[in-house]
């Protein structure tokens, strides 16, 4: 049985190599995406830290309107006063169903970019290489190709990694040894299995969340457009033009005490809420700002519902967590790092693993 587990390692290792490098590079990458933002698009993502308040979010939204007769609110990204980001808005283009993305300065109301295509910025680009190996929305080809290969993927790591552990399951034994003084095979045996052993709870992670994400986006898809219904286009605003935003959320904070509201998804479609997303108040770092909502009538502002994580059970706030953990964005920049460089390390175990397979291969053939 072990043998025939490190056949399919190996094979599966040297089938899924490139798009799996691809993946984990380009994720490596977009754990420090805030810092590389802040680098390359200062004045645009970044500001700097202001001691004046922010304008309300209706002043704002007001501003916007101005600034972009042409769009419709979809969602938006807020930010606390004094923080070093603008805020994040997702704008759909009148007429049709196209997101894109512009920064806001909070503090004067001002476009720091105009309305841009998902992948225009650096970053951005790099988001949807990491996720759908730019092969979404491609003709002829399924719609989700890229979404279906992501999934395919994380469930090879996770193979990978739980096969790898198996095959030497007595890696503690010689898990610092490296005999640099042998021939190659065994200097890269040894680093094969020191960088995968080492690398490996973390990557058990990264495909467990990647994996749970992939399926969770496709999943919402197939549900709201199962029966080929396409996605609704925008002619006109799908909330009333005097609804008091500032007023919903400040009604937020009342029905979870301690709330912090972080992003805020206006109505897309017809019959959806205008909903506030935010932290409940917890001692968790794994639980993410988007966790717990409160709902409300997009005509007429009433409140719905609440869903506060603080309530639910474990399961519901193990899934919430599943965000933090797969970006390393829980335990600031020691884990960062952490998260960064394992994200490199799967170029070691194909070099190393692809040299291995390759000599074996080699020796079954001398023998027969």
Same mark, same amino acid.
């Given at each position: ?102 920064? +806001? $300065? ?6 720091? /970019?105009?309305?841009?295509?998902? *992948?225009?910025?650096? &970053?951005?680009? #790099? ?115 005097? +609804? $008091? ?6 009604? /937020?904070?009342?029905?979870?005490? *301690?709330?912090?509201? &972080?992003?805020? #998804? ?103």
């Amino acid at each position: 049985m072990r043998k025939t587990l490190h056949k399919w390692h190996g094979w599966a290792g040297i089938i899924c190599m490139v798009p799996f490098l691809v993946i984990c590079l380009t994720g490596s990458i977009l754990v420090f995406k805030k810092e590389i933002d802040s680098l390359l698009l200062a004045g645009v993502a970044a500001l700097e830290p202001a001691e004046q308040p922010r304008k309300s979010l209706n002043e704002l939204t007001t501003s916007v309107q101005q600034q972009l007769p042409g769009y419709e609110f979809g969602s938006w990204e807020i930010f606390p006063a004094g923080h070093d980001e603008a805020d994040r808005i997702f704008m759909i283009k009148k007429g049709t169903d196209e997101w894109f993305k512009a920064h +806001l $300065n909070p503090y004067t109301g001002e476009l720091l /970019s105009q309305p841009t295509e998902s *992948g225009h910025y650096l &970053t951005d680009w #790099l988001v949807e290489l990491h996720y759908t190996l730019m092969l979404n929305d491609l003709q002829y080809l399924p719609e989700h190709l890229g979404l279906i290969i992501g999934l395919i993927l994380s469930v090879f790591l996770l193979f990978m990694g739980i096969s790898g552990l198996i095959i030497y399951r007595r890696f503690w034994a010689r898990l610092f040894t490296l005999r640099w003084n042998q021939r190659m095979l065994a200097v890269f045996s040894d680093l094969h299995k020191m960088a995968g052993t080492f690398a490996s709870p973390v990557l058990l992670v990264l495909a467990i969340t990647g994996g749970y994400y992939n399926i969770l986006i496709f999943y919402e898809e197939w549900v709201e457009h199962a029966d080929g219904a396409e996605h609704h286009v925008m002619t006109e605003r799908l909330y009333a033009t005097d +609804l $008091n935003i500032d007023a919903l959320v400040a009604d /937020s904070t009342k029905q979870i005490d *301690g709330f912090k509201p &972080t992003y805020l #998804l206006f109505p897309y479609e017809p019959e959806l809420p205008f909903t506030v997303f935010g932290r409940a108040p917890t001692a968790n770092p794994l639980l993410s700002n988007y966790g717990s909502v409160s709902n409300y009538d997009p005509k007429t502002g009433a409140y719905l519902s609440t869903y506060n994580l603080n309530e639910q059970g474990a399961g519901a706030k193990t899934l919430d967590s599943f965000r933090r953990l797969h970006f390393g964005t829980f335990g600031g920049l020691p884990v960062k790092v952490i998260w960064s460089l394992v994200g490199v390390l799967p170029l070691l175990l194909s070099i190393t693993g692809t040299y291995i397979w390759w000599q074996r291969r080699k020796k079954r053939r001398r023998r027969r």
